[in-house]
């Protein structure tokens, strides 16, 4: 799919690093539902490092990554290594979208924050996709997240 000068532009000029990656899981799946074969690192840039892909049939008792970005690693070493800090880290928040993923077959957006024991704030916002390798059933999950300390 060719991209215009003028959508290329658009969506460099979003802030939002959750809109953008849905935009290109939209744009990659046209209409349907993409699959994990067709999540590529270049063709989400440098917003790459936020992704992460979840094989929900290895998923029974925690979601199972199969890629998970380092810019994700950094943030929830951030928010588990905080003695006294939050009990779960940004990630965990994914396994609590898989079962309504499934079912909804549609984005699942999720945010909020959490005070760190070092007395700082982390602010979160994240969403997860739906990904099908037969077209039909959920096979996958695949999305981004990210946060800011305040």
Known sequence: MRVSF???TVRLQERRLTRRVEEIWREIGEGGLPSWGEMKADRFGEDWRYCFGVDLSLSEKAPYFLYLGEG???AADAWTNSPGGAERAVID???DRLDVLALERKAQRFGG???LSNGRRMVFRGVV???SENGEDITHAFGAANCRFL
Do not use: T
């Open 113 to 115: 924050g959490v005070n």
């Open 6 to 8: 003028i959508e290329n």
């Open 72 to 74: 994700l690693e950094q």
């Open 93 to 95: 928040l994914v396994g």
């Open 129 to 131: 996709l739906p990904l």
